[in-house]
């Protein structure tokens, strides 16, 4: 509830500010039309340039409507292949993320560090949490594939290092039952159960129509006691119904994130010799700034990332629409 209040909190910020620029330039632009002042029409033009600046926020917003993007985001560093190259990559990694994560605003949380035997981590987990953490930092879950002259052998080396992304989940499950969720139906018991069995409508089955679960209770002597204890019998399904839920959405998450780190898997290059590149291979997008990609400027790959993967969402039920006629 909390993670959703802070979503639509959010939205509800970015389009006000939006309205107000675009009111702003309207103000500007008619004073600038009664006093035929060029340097008002010019203020005027970067109210508007502001003003679509904040649409395109609101376009790219739109991309991070999944359930978790709220979330914060549960990140681990794992080398892969590549030795002492590959630990000193996977430190380099989570020196690149802290990085991001502070320009963003984004607190962190180190939970686990393994150090390397001689340099670097063999893993590293931590928890960053800020506005949308999960929906930007998703699209960092992959394969990192490093070239660069390696500082221990000398000779250029290629060492690879895996992260994952999953949203943190409230362990807490709040069961909540909801008079309109439920069908309530009494009947007489059928076993032994007392002077008022078939005698009295004693028995209690509870039917919770979102989910079809069904419980019945008629031991008791009395229909109030099956009731209470039908009740209680419903609470413990429908909390282990959500465990269930939780457990496969978590499964959803890292079914596809789980690739080894070696040769062939990569999602991401960062070459450093012979020439100075990083290139996303699910997207395109490439830039020769390696210093300042590693220092933390990720945006550009993480934009386009979500942009696709909210293309490729949005293609399925344009697709479904009919055609107009001819």
């Known amino acids: 509830m909390l993670q959703e209040q802070t979503r639509l909190r959010i939205a509800v910020d970015l389009h006000e500010a939006t309205i107000k620029r675009l009111e702003d330039a309207e103000v500007m632009m008619e004073l600038a039309r009664e006093a035929n002042d060029a340097s008002a029409l010019a203020d005027a033009a970067r109210e508007l340039d502001q003003a679509e600046a904040k649409v395109g926020e609101m376009e790219f917003a739109r991309m991070l409507g999944g359930k978790a993007d709220p979330a914060p985001a549960i990140m681990s560093i794992n080398a892969g292949q590549g030795g002492n190259d590959a630990n000193e990559w996977a430190e380099m990694l989570l020196r690149m993320y802290f990085r991001y994560c502070e320009r963003r605003g984004f607190t962190v949380e180190l939970v686990d560090r393994q150090d390397g035997d001689e340099a670097g981590i063999k893993s590293a ?40 992304v999953i ?33 009295t409508d004693s028995a209690v089955r509870l039917t919770h129509l979102p989910t079809n679960i069904v419980v019945a209770c008629q031991n008791e002597r009395s229909q109030h006691k099956n009731k209470a204890m039908a009740f209680k019998i419903l609470r413990a399904r429908l909390y282990e119904h959500e465990r269930e839920k939780r457990e496969k959405e978590m499964t959803q998450f890292t079914s596809t994130q789980g690739k080894a780190a070696g040769f062939g898997s990569q999602d991401r290059n960062y070459v450093l010799a012979p020439y100075r590149l990083v290139k996303d291979l699910r997207t395109g997008v490439e830039s020769g700034k390696v210093d300042a990609v590693l220092d933390g400027e990720l945006d550009e790959f993480i934009h386009a990332y979500l942009m696709q993967a909210g293309s490729k969402q949005a293609a399925p039920a344009a697709a479904d629409r009919p055609e107009r006629g001819r």
């Not at 987990?125 to 221990?152: D, M």
């Not at 039952?177 to 069995?197: C, F, M, N, P």
């Open 125 to 164: 987990t931590f928890v960053a949490r800020g506005p949308y953490a999960y929906g930007y930092l998703k699209a960092e879950s992959g394969v990192h594939r490093l070239v660069r002259i390696s500082p221990f052998s000398g000779r250029r080396e290629t060492s690879f290092a895996s992260v994952l």
């Open 167 to 199: 949203p943190e989940i409230d362990d807490d499950i709040d069961v909540k039952i909801e008079e309109k969720d439920l069908r309530i139906d009494t009947y007489r018991s059928s076993g032994a159960g007392g002077q008022h069995v078939n005698k």
